[in-house]
């Protein structure tokens, strides 16, 4: 028996709630691992609360993110032992996630766990960390470069938005973080952002175009505020986008982009092959100071996770959520 977040829908009523079940019910992989972290995305908390459309069958275990240890495997990359990572690949959507004590998984999913993280430093960054790595080097394979001119974060204080912080502060890069929550300006500036703005500014309609202002930008939130930032982005710039906290719409004009010559780069960190997750996670073992990135986390028991997942949704968290899985 393990225990696990299990949801479940009746009607249009979604329901978690956590169970213990019994090891025959896990479905179908061919490696087993013993959880030992996880972590609480976005996504995960739009599965947990029902408040978006991401669980493709009931029951669901969700649960994106894990870090763990193999404890039986038919896979021939991995045997019993071996420390694993695991982020995307429709886990915790329509395959039982890692939001549990217990998962049973592809091995083709699996990365090694890096050298430089613990098990629980790796669900620190987690989906949301490995994501804002992956941003940070379309904009350099786009051309970005320290001293091209500020580079802009949006949702600056989530899971993405505090490890995109952190990375473009190490590599140089003047930060320009957007929050709507003024009282963290001072945590922004501890990761390393050199200018605080108020996401205001950027959530009413945007113009066709405005003042060019960033050198590069990464947004987590889409929508109007996705607009602005291409409108404000410098001729021949770029903007990564990984999130829509504002809303799947995008209600800009081809303006930015056939006047100035900007780019918008979506990100895809669900179904990267393994060797880009691996250099991705190689790099911001080298970039990510492990004491800043515990200074932006906070841990939870795997029974408090339905709670910190309306928080999450509610913007009263910040940074990155670690779960421990047997607490």
């Known amino acids: 028996m393990f225990r696990a977040l299990v949801v479940t829908k009746t009607g249009n009523d979604t329901q978690t709630a956590l169970r213990e079940l019994n090891e025959d019910s896990l479905p179908d992989g061919d490696v087993d691992v013993d959880v030992l972290y996880s972590t609480l995305n976005y996504k995960d908390a739009l599965a947990i609360t029902g408040r978006g459309p991401v669980v493709k069958s009931y029951p669901m275990v969700p649960g994106i993110d894990m870090a763990g240890r193999v404890s039986a495997s038919r896979h021939p990359d991995f045997r019993p032992g071996d420390e694993v990572v695991l982020n995307g690949w429709g886990v915790g959507e329509s395959h039982w996630g890692a939001l549990a004590e217990k998962a049973r998984l592809k091995g083709d999913w699996l990365i090694r766990r890096p050298a430089a993280f613990t098990p629980r430093q790796t669900m620190a960054i987690g989906t949301a960390g490995y994501t804002a790595m992956l941003a940070v080097t379309a904009l350099e394979r786009h051309g970005l470069e320290p001293g091209d001119g500020p580079v802009l974060v949006t949702g600056a204080t989530g899971g993405v938005g505090s ?55 990464i947004d987590n939130v889409g929508s109007h505020t996705l607009a602005n930032v291409c409108a404000g982005l410098r001729r021949g710039a770029a903007v990564a986008a990984c999130g829509l906290a504002g809303g799947m719409d995008f209600p800009a004009t081809v303006a930015p982009f056939i006047l100035r010559g900007v780019a918008l780069l979506g990100i895809d960190s669900v179904y990267r092959p393994r060797a880009e997750r691996e250099a991705a996670w190689s790099r911001l073992g080298e970039l990510l100071d492990p004491a800043l990135l515990e200074e932006a986390t906070s841990e939870i028991g795997l029974g408090e996770a339905v709670e910190a997942a309306s928080a999450l949704l509610d913007g009263r968290t910040r940074g990155r959520i670690v779960v421990d899985a047997h607490r």
Do not use: N
């Open 163 to 217: 490890v995109a912080v952190m990375v473009l502060a190490k590599l140089g890069h003047s930060v320009a973080a957007v929050t709507g929550r003024p009282e963290h300006g001072d945590y922004l500036r501890h990761l390393g952002a050199a200018e605080i703005l108020d996401r205001a500014e950027f959530a009413g309609p945007a113009k066709p175009l405005a003042r060019e202002r960033w050198a590069g930008a």
